[in-house]
T-cell receptor, first 114, second 114 residues
Framework: AQSVTQLGSHVSVSEGALVLLRCNYS??????LFWYVQYPNQGLQLLLK??????LVKGINGFEAEFKKSETSFHLTKPSAHMSDAAEYFC????????????FGTGTRLKVLA | DAGVTQSPTHLIKTRGQQVTLRCSPI?????VSWYQQVLGQGPQFIFQ???????GRGNFPDRFSARQFPNYSSELNVNALLLGDSALYLC?????????????FGAGTRLSVL
């Protein structure tokens, strides 16, 4: 069975600082991995996805993530935080093993300090 | 183009009642998935429907059911409501049923059970 663990339910960074949000996954078959962002009172919006092509994935708004099979990780980074990046971020995994399932992590709330 | 639309946006019910939530996918999308997001947690997968058939189901009791119509819209039904069913219910649509497909989320229906 697949699962996702997001380390750190709350992360604070200063404006202009590096953003690093951690995600580790567990899957018995090659996974598809996703990062979504959720702003207050809104649905989720896709930032980026890994589907077994390039291990370094670039997404929207300057975010990127690197798939590391040896570490079973898919951490999200952004070189320079903006105030508008303050939101909740979710890592998700899905596979084609068995019936369809899409598993989200518990989320990391990013706070950007002026 | 319109995104994923959900109705109603808010709903208040009492324990034991039944509720129906509605979702219209993006035009051209044939797959609809439902998620429950309890405050402070990540979305939990409930169902996926593709071409009017259930293709995946999460760990939810039989009180939860869904269906997809010929126009690919979908309804989620919850019977015998419990206080613990209070949550944001998210609908997501995608082009197909494949695990690697991007899911596009609606803004959700916030259900409060009193």
């Amino acid at each position: 069975a697949q699962s996702v663990t997001q380390l750190g339910s709350h992360v604070s960074v200063s404006e202009g600082a590096l953003v690093l949000l951690r995600c580790n996954y567990s899957s018995s078959v090659p996974p598809y991995l996703f990062w979504y962002v959720q702003y207050p009172n809104q649905g989720l919006q896709l930032l980026l996805k890994y589907t077994s092509a390039a291990t370094l994935v670039k997404g929207i708004n300057g975010f990127e993530a690197e798939f590391k099979k040896s570490e079973t990780s898919f951490h999200l980074t952004k070189p320079s935080a903006h105030m508008s990046d303050a939101a909740e971020y979710f890592c998700a995994v899905s596979t084609t093993s068995g019936t369809y399932k899409y598993i989200f992590g518990t989320g990391t709330r990013l706070k950007v300090l002026a | 183009d319109a995104g994923v639309t959900q109705s109603p946006t808010h709903l208040i019910k009492t324990r034991g009642q039944q509720v129906t939530l509605r979702c219209s996918p993006i035009s051209g999308h044939k797959s609809v998935s439902w998620y429950q997001q309890v405050l402070g947690q990540g979305p939990q997968f409930i169902f996926q429907y593709y071409e009017k058939e259930e293709r995946g189901r999460g760990n939810f009791p039989d009180r939860f059911s869904a269906r997809q119509f010929p126009n690919y819209s979908s309804e989620l039904n919850v019977n015998a409501l419990l206080l613990g069913d209070s949550a944001l219910y998210l609908c997501a649509s995608s082009v197909g049923q494949a695990a690697k497909n991007i899911q596009y989320f609606g803004a959700g229906t916030r259900l409060s059970v009193l």
